[in-house]
């Protein structure tokens, strides 16, 4: 069974930092194409904040460029985002999500909430 399992989460000052960390089980890391967060915010629609590829390209989201930075460890399964400067609209409940070589749709994380305070 595919489980992603998001950590890291929490409240933070604006201008602080957070590191996300989001474990896969059930996979091999050759079977998983790209592993990415999203986020979403109260009353707004879940938006793309970085992704990383198997060849570790990676995209950002405008809004978070220059401040976080995508990484995974593919012997762990495991996709890192460590936040700075954090800014009260980067609240939001943070999702995991992974694409895989044998499935249409990706496999999604519960969420952890990042709570930035102004």
């Known amino acids: 069974q595919v489980q992603l399992v998001e950590s890291g989460g929490g409240l933070v000052q604006a201008g602080g930092s957070l590191r996300l960390s989001c474990a896969a089980s059930?996979?091999?890391?050759?079977?998983?194409?790209?592993m990415a967060w999203y986020r979403q915010a109260p009353g707004k629609q879940r938006e793309l904040v970085a992704v990383?590829?198997?060849?570790?390209?990676?995209n950002y989201a405008d809004s978070v460029k220059g401040r976080f930075t995508i990484s995974r460890d593919n012997a762990k399964n495991t996709v890192y985002l460590p936040m700075n400067n954090l800014r009260p609209d980067d609240t939001a409940v943070y999702y995991c999500?992974?694409?895989?070589?044998?499935?249409?749709?990706?496999?999604w994380g519960q969420g952890t909430q990042v709570t930035v305070s102004s």
């Open positions: 990383i590829g198997s060849g570790d390209s990676t």
């Open positions: 999500n992974t694409r895989v070589t044998f499935r249409v749709f990706p496999y």
């Open positions: 059930g996979l091999s890391s050759f079977n998983i194409n790209t």
